[in-house]
């Protein structure tokens, strides 16, 4: 039984092997070759496949031993490189004889496909490579030979990291006993395993084949580690564009086995994402995304152009982020850093035109898709139904950005109850929906993601005139300290962002309770003018924001001021009460 629904399915002999092929979508479109890793069946793409399905011919086989392809015999030297690399060749003669293809690999599928695009007969076959959780092993033995040969304690340590993490590899090494464990308990055991401790939900994946798949697999370590660790090719040269993508938190693989890699590989992509090892189960959206991205990019003549430039590009590109209050002043700023970070941008906010002009900004800008959503974050009908939206069509949210928000300055006593529910309901209940939603969404998803909060150095800083106001921002802030508590465990991320005086809009929308229209314009051309002299660029509060997810930080002032009053609230909390008595800009 397949798990890949619509597949067509055909036979290709090489070797006296049989591989099992799948395609998927229009054969007249670019070829994507999936090669799936060990121990696994190219089942493990079910998810991926159907995506990318949409605009390319998807073609994915069973290697030798796997799923349904047969198994050499003997399966000791049924299992080296050039063999696989024979099979590659006979099915891409088969599926796309006069067209290269573009060579997607994971974990051991990654490893042999390293082979097929550094060896010279695949050279004007392979028009581009996606590789994930899966060295070359001529790279990796030359990463060892350096290490062993000049040591430092750095590259000791490197060695050692990645030696702890390779345990399997010498598991797989022992004769007998990994068959006789994948065919008894480990193979049953295995799908709970995974769902553990890679969060991966059960369903058709693994498949039955999984026992027979695995220990079959063990002849992939045995018939190529030792041999080409021993010798590496020292010309393994990437004959085609390769797109990295390296999950942070793979358990069995450093970071830095890639240092080098540029040396190698002429034109190099670099992607990085918080994840565990098996990411075509568990991020199959972003995966999607950014094959495509690089698939079309080499095949429009643009190989080298990595298609983000910001200075995030390799921790944001293909995530998706969902920023509200995106129509203007910090919102648009935070979209358009993203943006050029390649993330996908959910802009949402309840002025439609500014929303889809932040949006259009943001794909000119460098995001490879981005969505405008018209919504008033205190709605919470409206919220739901964004939600719903948003994970149906675009995916779960990577990083949300609840920003939207409204100022409203006045003393207590002339602060109406409407005041106080309108703001409360946009700064504070705006937040609370949209952590409660998405936020749900990323711990079911069990991946990790960030949830950045807008508050303010009015969360801290108490102030006569902003009592409502600051009010609403404390509690975000609160919101935003027990969140992070709560979600810790779980790989998520809560930043609260508390600027100072910002130049934005906020001046000449803001509210001012007690006084006439009048005198509320007044005031609001006052503010405005203020914060104009004072000119502190949203832009510098965005890219705060975007470091605070990357380094996962828990309360960020932005602004000196911003940052001289959080010192204060420590250091002599008195000064700032006595400030708090002060007339405010805002
Ligand atoms: P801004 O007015 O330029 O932008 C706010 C955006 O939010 C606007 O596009 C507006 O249409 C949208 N918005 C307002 N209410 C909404 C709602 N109910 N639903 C959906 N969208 C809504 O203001 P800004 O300065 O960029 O403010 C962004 C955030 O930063 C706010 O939470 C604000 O309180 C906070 N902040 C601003 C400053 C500052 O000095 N500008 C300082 C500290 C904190």
Redesign the pocket.
């Known amino acids: 039984m397949t798990v890949l629904r619509d597949a067509r399915e055909r036979r290709v002999r090489t070797g006296g092997i049989e591989l099992c092929v799948a395609e998927l979508g229009d054969p007249s479109a670019p070829t994507v070759v999936l090669i799936h890793g060990y121990p696994d069946s190219k089942e493990v793409w079910s998810e991926v496949a159907p995506r990318l399905a949409e605009r390319f011919h998807v073609v994915l086989y069973d290697v030798r031993g796997h799923g349904r392809s047969t198994a050499p015999r003997p399966l000791r030297g049924g299992f080296t490189l050039e063999k696989l690399t024979d099979d590659f060749l006979a099915v891409i003669d088969a599926v796309s004889p006069d067209r290269p293809v573009h060579l997607v690999g994971h974990d051991w599928g990654s490893v042999q496909a390293w082979e097929f695009v550094t060896v010279r007969r695949t050279e004007g076959r392979v028009a581009s490579f996606t590789s994930m959780s899966g060295p070359s092993l001529d790279h990796l033995g030359l990463w060892i030979d350096k290490r062993l040969r000049r040591p430092t304690p750095r590259r000791v340590a490197q060695l050692v990291g990645q030696g702890a993490k390779s345990w399997y590899v010498y598991a797989l090494h022992t004769p007998r006993l990994p068959e006789l464990a994948w065919r008894g308990p480990l193979g049953t055991h295995w799908p709970r395993l995974l769902e553990r401790a890679e969060k991966i939900p059960r369903g058709t994946y693994p498949t039955a084949s999984l026992p027979r798949d695995a220990a079959h697999g063990a002849w992939l370590y045995r018939d190529n580690i030792r041999p080409r660790l021993r010798r590496p090719r020292r010309d393994a040269y990437a004959h085609a564009p390769v797109q990295l993508i390296t999950p942070l938190d793979d358990a069995f693989l450093s970071e830095t086995l890639y240092d080098d890699l540029d040396r190698w590989v002429p034109q190099l992509t670099r992607r990085t994402l918080p994840a565990k090892h098996w990411i075509p189960r568990t991020r199959p959206d972003r995966l999607a995304a950014w094959i495509t991205e690089f698939v079309t990019s080499v095949e429009g003549g643009r190989p080298d152009a990595s298609p983000a430039t910001g200075k995030y590009a390799d921790r944001f590109g293909g995530q998706l982020v969902l920023v ?10 935070t979209a358009f850093a993203f943006a050029e970070a390649g993330a996908r941008v959910v802009a ?4 439609a035109e ?2 889809a002009r932040t949006a259009e900004l943001s794909r000119l800008l460098g995001a490879p898709r981005s969505w405008a959503e ?6 919470e009908q409206a919220m739901e139904k964004l939600a719903a939206k948003v994970a149906a069509e675009y995916g779960v949210v990577d990083v949300l950005v ?6 409203l300055g006045g003393s207590f006593f002339d602060t109406t109850p409407e005041d106080w529910k309108k703001v409360l ?3 504070l209940w ?1 937040v609370i929906h949209g952590c409660r939603l998405f936020g749900r969404q990323m711990t079911e998803r069990g991946q990790g993601g960030h949830i950045v909060n ?5 969360a801290y800083q108490p102030s006569k005139a902003l009592s409502a ?1 600051g009010t ?2 404390a509690a ?1 802030l609160m919101l935003s300290e027990c969140l992070r508590a709560e979600l810790a465990g779980q790989g998520i991320g809560v930043s609260a ?14 509210r001012f309770a007690g006084v006439d229209a009048e005198e509320e314009k007044r005031r609001q051309k006052r503010t405005a003018r203020l ?1 104009g002299l004072r000119n ?1 660029p ?1 832009e510098k ?1 965005a890219d705060a924001i975007l470091r605070a997810v990357v380094r996962n930080e828990a309360v960020v002032p ?2 000196p001021e ?1 940052r001289g009053a959080r010192l204060l609230s420590r250091l002599a909390p008195g000064a700032l009460r006595a400030i708090a008595r002060l007339e405010p800009p ?1």
Do not use: Q
Request: hydrophobic residues 40%; negative net charge.
């Open positions: 509200t209050g995106a129509g203007s002043g910090i919102g648009r700023a949402v906010d309840r002025d500014a929303a018209t919504v008033d974050v205190s709605d609840n920003n939207a928000g409204i100022g309901d946009v700064n705006g807008t508050a303010s150095a009015a106001y609403s921002k975000v962002i508390c600027p100072g005086f910002v130049n934005t809009n906020i001046t000449s929308t803001a914060y502190y949203p509060v932005v602004t911003a805002l």
